[in-house]
């Protein structure tokens, strides 16, 4: 399944400050992009609330370049969008774990666990 995001950003501080809000979201990061300067996407993660800190976070630890990402209306939206692109990034990732779901009563879009 596509989602839409906003891509592809540099993973440094000043930059999420200029393009990401305080609110909660689901973001992917890469460290190369390919020919057609589309991000590699290497991981997946999904903010309950903030998803500016989240990426802040990411950026000070120093194993991504570029990041993509969209706003969600909560921790359950922004736990579907993370499966949504789980499922479409699963071949690259570095860590082929599922998403955890944020509520026992959660389910993802496209496998039901
Ligand atoms: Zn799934």
Redesign the pocket.
């Known amino acids: 399944m596509l989602i839409a995001l906003y891509s592809d950003f540099c993973l440094d501080s000043s930059t999420i400050d200029n393009c990401v809000a305080e609110c909660a979201g689901a973001y992917a990061l890469g460290r190369s992009l390919d020919v057609n300067g589309t991000m590699i996407v290497r991981y997946v993660g999904r903010a309950d609330d903030n998803v500016r800190a989240c990426l802040k976070a990411h950026a000070s630890e120093g194993r991504f370049r570029y990041f993509a990402f969209t706003y969600s209306t909560g921790a359950n939206p922004a736990y579907e969008k993370e ?1 949504n692109l ?2 479409s990034f699963e071949r690259t990732l570095d860590d082929p774990h ?2 955890i779901e944020p509520f026992a009563w959660s389910k ?1 879009p ?4």
């Open positions: 499966c789980y499922h599922h998403p993802c496209n496998c039901n666990r």
